[in-house]
């Protein structure tokens, strides 16, 4: 049983605050809070570890179509590793369901495009970009359909080695390919991010409506808008299904974007899935090839190319104990078993 640890006046507003869960985890202050569940900042006793506590609300858990929800982004999140993708520790029930993940710093990229108050440079928004579709690929090949990928569920952080680390977080919504998860019937996920299949509640929703919403998110970080807006949510779903998309080009003319840019986005945001970029892998490509991904060839983690850069408190501890990096080349031979390695052409030998 959870057992009092502080007694403050925050403590009598939220009785879990101040006290250790199944004798394993601090809860030490509330994060966030909302409709469905709370979200706390904890650690781990015996390691010291920082971790996120998301605890479903109460009045939630009383009903069994959200206590199954939640065992659906309990099974999701136990599927997923990878560096752009937040991952479970650990769940349980304390009177209410819970499950332990990894907790980050940085801000959402919802604060990021809020506190620049206007587009977001291109490079950056590529770089980015790339990390979102790196870790849906990793999702999707996981059986995975997350159906709520918008800048509210994305970290952006500086903690990893590199600039602007994204991490794909809430798998509240997510589909797995087994059915389960909230019903195709029901209107699921956010109306401006919601890809036109699932406003009409056409089916159950794929990879490809990932693959939208990322294209949405794109849009407003080289834009610095959204590319449906309107005073009622019916309307903003309506024009998803029935209006063209809009062309960044024309909604931010002095951005400098290129055709081919535009091209992809557009590609990415078509109403018929069908006509959307195959895969996260086909989408992350087409961005590298236009002039703005040619730009800025750095250190993302991308698809299919070489791992993540390790930190360089890693890089310096492998150095001092002798061992080889995994991409690194192998060290050079000694002189003597360098000759006699040599053919007797190498040597000038006839």
């Given at each position: 049983?959870?057992?009092?640890?502080?007694?403050?006046?925050?403590?009598?507003?939220?009785?879990?605050l101040?006290?250790?869960?199944?004798?394993?985890y601090?809860?030490?202050?509330?994060?966030?809070?909302?409709?469905?569940?709370?979200?706390y900042?904890?650690?781990?006793?015996?390691?010291?570890?920082?971790?996120?506590?998301?605890?479903?609300?109460?009045?939630?858990?009383?009903?069994?179509?959200?206590?199954?929800?939640?065992?659906?982004?309990?099974?999701?999140?136990?599927?997923?590793?990878?560096?752009?993708?937040?991952?479970?520790?650990?769940?349980?029930?304390?009177?209410?369901?819970?499950?332990?993940?990894?907790?980050?710093?940085?801000?959402?990229?919802?604060?990021?495009?809020?506190?620049?108050?206007?587009?977001?440079?291109?490079?950056?928004?590529?770089?980015?970009?790339?990390?979102?579709?790196?870790?849906?690929?990793?999702?999707?090949?996981?059986?995975?359909?997350?159906?709520?990928?918008k800048?509210?569920?994305?970290?952006?952080?500086?903690?990893?080695?590199?600039?602007?680390?994204?991490?794909?977080?809430d798998?509240?919504?997510?589909?797995?390919?087994?059915?389960?998860?909230?019903p195709?019937?029901?209107?699921?996920?956010?109306?401006?991010?919601?890809?036109?299949?699932?406003?009409?509640?056409e089916?159950?929703?794929?990879?490809?409506?990932?693959?939208?919403?990322?294209?949405?998110?794109?849009?407003?970080?080289?834009?610095?808008v959204?590319?449906?807006?309107?005073?009622d949510?019916?309307?903003?779903?309506?024009?998803?299904?029935?209006?063209?998309?809009?062309?960044i080009?024309?909604?931010?003319?002095?951005?400098?974007?290129?055709?081919?840019?535009?091209?992809?986005?557009?590609?990415a945001?078509?109403?018929?899935?069908?006509?959307r970029?195959?895969?996260?892998a086909?989408?992350?490509?087409?961005?590298?090839?236009?002039?703005e991904?040619?730009?800025?060839?750095?250190?993302?983690?991308?698809?299919?190319r070489?791992?993540?850069?390790?930190?360089?408190?890693?890089?310096?501890?492998?150095?001092?104990?002798?061992?080889?990096?995994?991409?690194?080349?192998?060290?050079?031979?000694?002189?003597?078993?360098?000759?006699?390695?040599?053919?007797?052409?190498?040597?000038?030998?006839?």
């Open positions: 049983m959870a057992a009092r640890q502080v007694i403050s006046p925050s403590t009598l507003i939220d009785p879990r101040g006290t250790i869960l199944q004798g394993r601090w809860i030490r202050s509330q994060l966030a809070t909302g409709a469905m569940g709370t979200v900042r904890g650690e781990r006793l015996s390691v010291g570890r920082p971790v996120a506590i998301k605890f479903l609300n109460p009045a939630v858990a009383a009903q069994d179509v959200f206590v199954d929800q939640f065992r659906n982004e309990v099974r999701a999140l136990s599927r997923v590793c990878h560096p752009n993708c937040a991952s479970m520790i650990d769940f349980g029930v304390e009177s209410t369901p819970y499950v332990v993940m990894d907790l980050f710093g940085g801000v959402t990229l919802r604060q990021t495009l809020d506190d620049g108050h206007s587009r977001i440079a291109p490079p950056r928004a590529l770089h980015l970009a790339r990390q979102l579709l790196a870790g849906l690929a990793h999702v999707h090949a996981q059986k995975i359909v997350h159906r709520d990928v800048p509210e569920n994305m970290l952006v952080s500086n903690d990893s080695g590199f600039d602007d680390h994204l991490r794909i977080v798998f509240g919504l997510a589909q797995l390919h087994d059915g389960s998860g909230l195709a019937e029901v209107a699921i996920g956010t109306p401006s991010y919601m890809a036109p299949e699932q406003c009409r509640c089916g159950i929703a794929d990879e490809r409506s990932d693959l939208y919403a990322a294209g949405v998110v794109l849009f407003e970080m080289l834009t610095g959204k590319p449906f807006t309107a005073p949510i019916g309307d903003i779903l309506r024009m998803k299904v029935d209006s063209p998309v809009p062309r080009r024309e909604v931010a003319p002095k951005g400098g974007l290129s055709e081919s840019l535009e091209a992809v986005v557009a590609r945001m078509a109403t018929a899935p069908a006509d970029h195959p895969s996260a086909a989408f992350e490509a087409a961005l590298e090839a236009t002039p991904g040619a730009a800025r060839r750095e250190r993302p983690p991308v698809i299919g070489r791992p993540l850069p390790l930190p360089p408190a890693h890089v310096a501890a492998r150095r001092r104990n002798q061992e080889p990096l995994p991409w690194a080349a192998p060290p050079p031979l000694p002189i003597d078993a360098a000759r006699a390695r040599m053919t007797p052409a190498s040597r000038g030998q006839s």
